[in-house]
C-alpha cells in the first residue's frame, strides 16, 4: 500500500515537472519573435518545420531503420490527434493576427476548465474543488493582467483563441484516455501539417542564415520539444492540473522579454501576474501537502 503511494507520487511529481519544463519553454516565445523580423506566418511556416524535422531526427535516433513503421503504427487514434495538434499551434499565430496578447491569453486562461469539463465528460475523472478555485484566481488575474486591452471588434481573435484552447484540451484528455498514444510522431505529423498550411500564406522570402538559426532552435524547443514533454507530463497528472501549470506560460513569458529586452510590463501586469502565480503555487503546494497526508 505505501509503495503503490509512493509510485503514485512519483509518477505525479514526474508529470508536473515534465509539464512545468514545457511551460517554460513555451514562455520563451515572445523572446525568439523579438529576435525576428518576418511575418508571423513565415515565422510559423520555419519554425514548424523545424520542429518537425527535430522530432523525426529524435525518433530515428531511437527506431533506426524502424522509424517509418513508427509514423505508420499510431492508428487511427494518433491520426484522430494530429489535426488537433496542428491547430492547437496554428490558431495561436492566426488570433494574435486578429487581436491581442491580452485577449488570447483571457480565453486560454479557460482552459483548465475546458480541460476539466471534457475530462468529466469522456473519463468521469472528478474535479477538485481546489482546482476550480485556483482556476478561477488565474483567470481573474490575467483579467487583470488585460486591463482595458479588451476591445469589441476582436470577435473573430476571441473565436479563433477558443478554438485554440478547446483543441488542446481535447488533445491533453486524448493522451489521458488513450496512454498508449505516440506523442513524438503525433507531434511531428502535427508541426508538419502546420508547416504545409502557413507556406502559401508566407510574404517574405527565404530568411537569412541568422534568422534561420533562431527559426531551428525557437521550432526545436518551444513546439518540437514543448509539445512533446507537455504531453508526455500529461498523462500522468489530471488534464485540468496540466492546464492549470501551463499558465504559468503567462507570468513567465513577460518575464523574459523584461529580462532580455527591458520591456517594463505594466502595473496592472504586474499584479495580475502576481495573482496567477500565486494560485498555480497555492495549488501545487496543497497538492503535495495533500500527497503526504
Request: net charge negative; charged share 10%; proline share 8%.
Given at each position: 500500500m505505501r509503495a503503490s503511494l509512493a509510485a503514485k507520487t512519483g509518477n505525479r511529481a514526474f508529470g508536473v515537472a515534465l509539464v512545468a519544463g514545457a511551460t517554460v519553454l513555451w514562455s520563451t516565445a515572445g523572446v525568439y519573435v523579438r529576435l525576428l523580423d518576418l511575418d508571423l506566418w513565415t515565422v510559423q511556416a520555419w519554425r514548424s518545420l523545424f520542429a518537425a524535422l527535430s522530432l523525426v531526427v529524435l525518433l530515428a535516433a531511437d527506431r533506426g531503420v524502424g522509424t517509418p513503421r513508427v509514423f505508420w503504427s499510431i492508428g487511427w487514434r494518433g491520426w484522430a490527434a494530429v489535426p488537433l495538434s496542428a491547430a492547437s499551434m496554428l490558431c495561436y499565430v492566426a488570433a494574435l493576427r486578429l487581436t491581442t496578447v491580452a485577449n488570447v491569453m483571457i480565453v486560454y486562461a479557460t482552459s483548465p476548465f475546458f480541460a476539466a469539463g471534457i475530462a468529466l465528460l469522456w473519463l468521469g475523472e472528478r474535479v477538485e474543488r481546489r482546482v476550480l478555485t485556483a482556476s478561477a484566481a488565474a483567470l481573474a488575474g490575467i483579467a487583470v493582467m488585460a486591463g482595458s486591452?479588451?476591445?469589441?471588434?476582436?470577435?473573430?481573435?476571441?473565436?479563433?483563441?477558443?478554438?485554440?484552447?478547446?483543441?488542446?484540451?481535447?488533445?491533453?484528455?486524448?493522451?489521458?484516455?488513450?496512454?498508449?498514444?505516440?506523442?513524438?510522431?503525433?507531434?511531428?505529423?502535427?508541426?508538419?501539417?502546420?508547416?504545409?498550411?502557413?507556406?502559401?500564406?508566407?510574404?517574405?522570402?527565404?530568411?537569412?542564415?541568422?534568422?534561420?538559426?533562431?527559426?531551428?532552435?525557437?521550432?526545436?524547443?518551444?513546439?518540437?520539444?514543448?509539445?512533446?514533454?507537455?504531453?508526455?507530463?500529461?498523462?500522468?497528472?489530471?488534464?485540468?492540473?496540466?492546464?492549470?501549470?501551463?499558465?504559468?506560460?503567462?507570468?513567465?513569458?513577460?518575464?523574459?522579454?523584461?529580462?532580455?529586452?527591458?520591456?517594463?510590463?505594466?502595473?496592472?501586469a504586474l499584479i495580475g501576474g502576481g495573482i496567477v502565480l500565486a494560485a498555480v503555487l497555492w495549488y501545487l503546494v496543497d497538492g503535495l501537502r495533500a500527497a503526504r497526508g
Open positions: 486591452a479588451t476591445r469589441p471588434a476582436d470577435i473573430a481573435g476571441d473565436a479563433v483563441s477558443l478554438l485554440m484552447t478547446v483543441t488542446f484540451a481535447v488533445l491533453l484528455v486524448m493522451v489521458r484516455r488513450y496512454p498508449g498514444l505516440a506523442m513524438t510522431p503525433i507531434n511531428a505529423l502535427g508541426a508538419a501539417l502546420c508547416a504545409l498550411i502557413s507556406w502559401p500564406l508566407m510574404t517574405g522570402g527565404m530568411p537569412g542564415p541568422g534568422d534561420l538559426l533562431i527559426l531551428a532552435v525557437f521550432g526545436t524547443t518551444t513546439t518540437g520539444l514543448a509539445y512533446l514533454l507537455f504531453l508526455t507530463g500529461a498523462r500522468h497528472i489530471p488534464s485540468s492540473e496540466a492546464a492549470l501549470i501551463g499558465l504559468l506560460d503567462v507570468v513567465l513569458g513577460p518575464f523574459w522579454v523584461w529580462l532580455g529586452f527591458g520591456e517594463i510590463p505594466g502595473t496592472l
